[in-house]
Structure formats: C-alpha cells, structure tokens
C-alpha cells in the first residue's frame, strides 16, 4: 500500500497607500526673482516652470531666488531638485546651473549643470538630498552663462524643475 500527501499553501499580499498633503513645496510669492525668471507654478505646487532664464553673449546672469522650497510642516524633509528640458537654443549656452541656497544664500547640497553647445546635457540631476528644517522656505538659484560666439539679442530656455521629498 502506499500513500501520498499533497501540500497547498497559498501566499496572500496586502498594500496599503496613502494620498497626504503636500507639505514641501515650491513658492512663487516668495521668491523675490519668480516673475523675472518666468515662474508658473504646476498641481499642488509640485513643479516650477522657469521660462525667462536669458542669457546674454560672454556673460553670467544670476537669478538669486528664482523660486521658493517652503516646508510647512512641522517636522525636517530631505529635498532634492531634478530638471527636465522642454525647449531652447543649445549654442546660446554655455552653461544653467541651479543650487537650493537657504535664507542666507548660503549654497546646500550638489549643483545640477545644464551645458548647452552643440545640444543641451544635463549633469548633476537630481542633485543630492539636503535636510530643509520645519517651517522653513529655502530658494532655487540659478547661473546663467551665455556663450561668446551668441549671435542672438536673447535665447531663452525654457526647463521644468522638480522636487523629491522624503
């Protein structure tokens, strides 16, 4: 006689999510550059769209507070800055380079670089995390660096800026 047993098992699993309340996010009106740097706010304030960073032949234009990081929680957030490109003249460029710098200009974290010449390159996207306090609005600095050899009165670029919040 022989005998055989069968083992069934089965494997169950569970997520849970959650939609919260965006606590971290970027400000126009309180960046004092936000309407020279061409700022639209996107949902929730989650993203920036800067479409009047100029730059001129041979020369670095600065735009100290193109846009705010506000966090209006009550607890400490890691943040970070991530670029995407949407449009503009690579060979008016040398170089875009963007810095989160806190209230006192003071530089936190990585620069993201975007190099124009031939076509535009990003470098240092996303930049790394830095700790923004509670109840605290840091700002998004930006160098602009026009090529020499510009022939065009102004180029503009227009960019997407992105922030991740843990």
């Known amino acids: 006689m022989t005998a055989s047993a069968a083992v069934y098992y089965g494997l169950q699993y569970r997520s849970v999510s959650t939609i919260s309340k965006t606590t971290v996010a970027f400000c126009g009106g309180c960046a004092a550059d936000f309407t020279t740097a061409g700022g639209t706010l996107g949902t929730n304030n ?27 929680d009550t607890s400490a957030h890691n943040v970070r800055l991530r670029a995407n490109l949407q449009s503009g003249t690579s060979t008016a ?59 065009i009165t102004a180029s503009t670029a227009t960019i997407d800026l992105y922030i991740d919040v843990q």
Request: hydrophobic share 35%; aromatic share 10%.
């Open 46 to 72: 989650t993203y920036v769209k800067l479409t009047g960073i100029k730059g001129y032949p041979n020369a670095t234009g600065t735009y100290e507070q193109s846009v705010g990081i506000q966090n209006s």
């Open 93 to 151: 460029y040398n170089t875009i380079v963007f810095r989160i710098v806190d209230a006192s200009n003071n530089v936190q974290g990585t620069a993201m670089t975007i190099t124009g010449g031939g076509s535009f390159t990003v470098s240092g996207s996303p930049t790394t995390f830095v700790s923004l306090a509670a109840s605290t609005t840091w700002y998004v600095r930006v160098e602009v660096t026009g090529a020499a050899s510009n022939t």
